[in-house]
């Protein structure tokens, strides 16, 4: 197992367009994590699984954003209609129950909307 | 929104030196972490300190917690060119998720 793995690095997409990122997490880890990271922040909470299931959601995460585990294994992050707003890094992790031990992070995808 | 907040937001030392970062919250936690970040990439778990804990250390890591006040302190002792990253501190409530800080921005020189 090699880690965290998303997918992809980096993404440039029109104002109004549609993207979509993955994330691979720990194969062992139950919970998944969604993270946005604007230049110079840290990390703020988007959503988080458990195995299938999207426990909790941020205020930050519109209706034009969906996150989906289909299986409990993989997941996705959608953003629909993209604004130059949403240009930033986004970082998934993973963890092993609630994280108490701390979570694994992938290297992020860089979104820029232009 | 964030639950921590880092001080100083930019550190600039010497290769050698010691580095102190601080961190403060806001509300009861389980445990706080500290997380490294290099530029454009992401995190990376450092070290984790519980909250019935009031001092840990992982090699040239020290960490401190004051759960009277709410805050931690992160130490790196005979710093090198490498250290040079993003330092988050971040604090898990009971059953929720981690929430972080915004960071210090550590430049070492050689």
């Known amino acids: 197992d090699t880690g965290v793995s998303q997918n992809p690095r980096h993404k440039i997409t029109k104002r109004g367009q549609n993207v979509t990122f993955r994330c691979d997490p720990i194969s062992e880890h139950n919970r998944l994590y969604w993270y946005r990271q604007t230049l110079g922040q840290g990390p703020e909470f988007l959503t988080y699984?458990?195995?299938?299931?999207?426990?909790?959601k941020s205020r930050l995460l519109s209706d034009r954003f969906s996150a989906e585990r289909p299986k409990g294994s993989f997941s996705t992050l959608e953003i629909q209609r993209t604004e130059q707003g949403d240009s930033a890094m986004y970082l998934c992790?993973?963890?092993?129950?609630?994280?108490?031990?701390?979570?694994?992070f992938g290297s992020g995808t860089r979104l820029t909307v232009v | 929104s964030q639950q921590g907040e880092e001080d100083p937001q930019a550190l600039s030392i010497q290769e050698g030196e010691n580095a102190t970062m601080n961190c403060s919250y806001k509300t009861s936690i389980n445990n706080l972490q500290w997380y490294r970040q290099n530029s454009g990439r992401g995190l990376v778990h450092l070290i984790l300190i519980r909250s019935n804990e009031r001092e840990k250390h992982s090699g040239r890591l020290r960490v401190t917690l004051d759960t009277s006040k709410k805050s931690s302190s992160l130490l790196i002792t005979a710093s090198r060119a490498a250290d040079t990253a993003s330092y988050f501190c971040a604090t898990l409530e009971a059953g929720n998720m981690l929430t972080f800080g915004g960071g210090t921005r550590l430049m070492v020189k050689p």
């Open positions: 992790a993973s963890s092993l129950g609630t994280g108490f031990y701390g979570y694994t």
């Open positions: 699984f458990q195995n299938e299931a999207q426990l909790e």
